[in-house]
């Protein structure tokens, strides 16, 4: 007969394991090397809705499509090391909000797009080596992005420790990026030539198993921006350089046996210096058969608006944004992700809807009418070389 702690470490593997994460990522979470290399390839598209011809001067407008092709490595390099390798490509192009005007025929805002569709790529590198040891593991990253009009260097570490009885875990993380904006001039003035910010953020979090089946964790994290935070493709757009964001988040996830399934439940708090605060709520239903995995998820999320935050410029304040995401919304998404394994190899995919209104949301504001709606899906490729 297995014995107790065995069958919590069983339950906890169900709980935390995602078929639809990067083993890079999945490495984390685990106490030891991965047995076998393995590689895998990932292509997804994110495309927004037109604006509808009611929101925007000069009628419907196209809006932003990205499409996104990835590539993993993931190795282990010998009893206690492992390596991993990110790699993504980012091909980006539509317009996007320039600013929001008043129409003459009615008191309403109207969106004034970009114009000429942008054209942009994004290349993105990421290296992890993890060290593990008997009580937990630790991992050192380093990201390089780099696309036509920014460039970003990011160091992150992170580690985690079981408790004696294996029934907690600690986990800490800190990181840094130093970013460089040079805007692409076009048709249209940009509010900078040439500008960074940096980016210092640190999180704790708690994991607990509190039966066999069930356990919960809770998070807290911290980041401070600093430099130049304004949109440089936004007209009068000007933000503070500088921002401060408290999280808080909470998880719980539950195993049944029965329907071998695992009901996850998070919820984060967000609040800013800028007087935006935020609450999000995931669930999703994950279940397994034999060798296939099948996850439902449904997300709400609702935002308040920044202090400066106005469709139209009246007021002669120190700062000014009329960007949508800086506006009060609530929003919902839903989706599927699926999972299938055939010998070595892993084959997934998953589909989101995003919509959102002003209306949805528990906080009062003004209306964008910038509010971006949005489909993604992707699938993936994945092979161990067992």
């Not at 419907?60 to 996104?68: C, N, Q």
């Not at 999180?203 to 066999?212: A, C, F, H, P, R």
């Not at 329907?259 to 708090?269: E, K, Q, T, W």
């Not at 058969?289 to 999320?301: C, G, H, L, Q």
């Given at each position: ?5 065995d069958?919590?470490n ?14 890079a990522y999945?490495?984390a979470?685990a106490d ?8 895998g ?11 509808s011809?009611?929101k925007?001067?000069?009628g ?9 092709a ?5 190795a ?25 005007g008043?129409?003459i ?9 970009s114009?000429a569709?942008i054209?942009?790529?994004r ?17 050192f990253n380093?990201?390089?992005s780099d696309?036509?009009?920014y460039?970003?260097k990011a ?6 420790i079981?408790s004696?009885d ?7 993380a ?18 900078t030539l040439?500008?960074?910010?940096d980016?210092?953020?640190a ?10 089946r069930?356990?919960v ?12 935070l304004?949109?440089?493709?936004k007209?009068l ?9 408290w999280?808080?988040?909470a ?7 029965e ?11 967000f609040?800013?210096d ?6 999000t ?7 397994t ?13 609702s935002?308040?608006?920044a202090?400066f ?13 009329d960007d949508?995401r800086l506006?009060?919304?609530g929003?919902?998404?839903y989706?599927?992700?699926?999972s ?5 190899w892993s084959?997934?995919a998953d ?18 009418p ?5 489909w993604?899906y ?9």
């Open positions: 007969m297995a014995s107790r702690q069958d919590l069983k339950t906890l593997v169900a709980l935390t394991s995602s078929a639809f994460l990067l083993p999945q490495s979470m030891a090397p991965p047995e076998f290399t393995e590689i390839t990932r292509y997804s598209k994110y495309k927004e809705d037109d604006i011809a009611k925007a001067f000069g419907r407008s196209e809006r932003y499509d990205i499409d996104v990835q590539f993993y490595l993931l282990p390099v010998s009893d206690d090391w492992s390596v991993a390798l990110d790699v993504s490509w980012e091909d980006m192009s539509g317009a996007s909000p320039w600013f929001v008043e129409s025929e009615a008191d309403d805002a109207k969106v004034i797009m114009g569709s054209e942009d790529t290349t993105e590198v990421s290296v992890t080596t993890r060290y593990y040891f008997d009580s937990g593991n630790a991992g380093y990201t390089y696309e036509d009009d460039e970003s160091l992150s570490l992170d580690g985690s079981n004696e294996g029934l907690t875990t600690y986990s800490a800190v990181s840094a990026s130093d970013d460089d904006i040079t805007p692409t001039q076009g048709a249209y003035p940009t509010n040439d500008a960074t910010k980016v210092r953020s999180w704790l979090g708690v994991t607990q198993i509190v039966s066999k069930a356990l964790r809770f998070g807290l994290s911290y980041t401070y921006r600093d430099g130049f304004t949109d440089p493709y007209y757009d000007d933000r503070p350089d500088e921002r401060k964001e999280t808080v988040s998880g719980y996830r539950y195993f049944l046996e329907p071998n399934a695992a009901l996850h439940v998070d919820y984060r708090y609040d800013d800028w007087g935006i605060a935020s609450q709520v995931d669930v999703a239903w994950v279940q058969f034999k060798d296939t995995t099948v996850s439902p998820f449904i997300r709400y999320y935002q308040d608006e202090d935050f106005s469709n139209i410029d009246y007021e002669d304040t120190d700062y000014f944004s949508y506006s009060a919304f929003a919902f998404s989706g599927l992700r699926l299938h394994e055939i010998g070595n084959i997934n589909a989101e809807r995003y919509q959102t209104d002003e209306s949805w949301g528990v906080y009062g504001g003004e209306e964008s910038g509010l971006v709606e949005f993604r992707g699938v993936g490729l994945n092979y161990a070389f067992k």
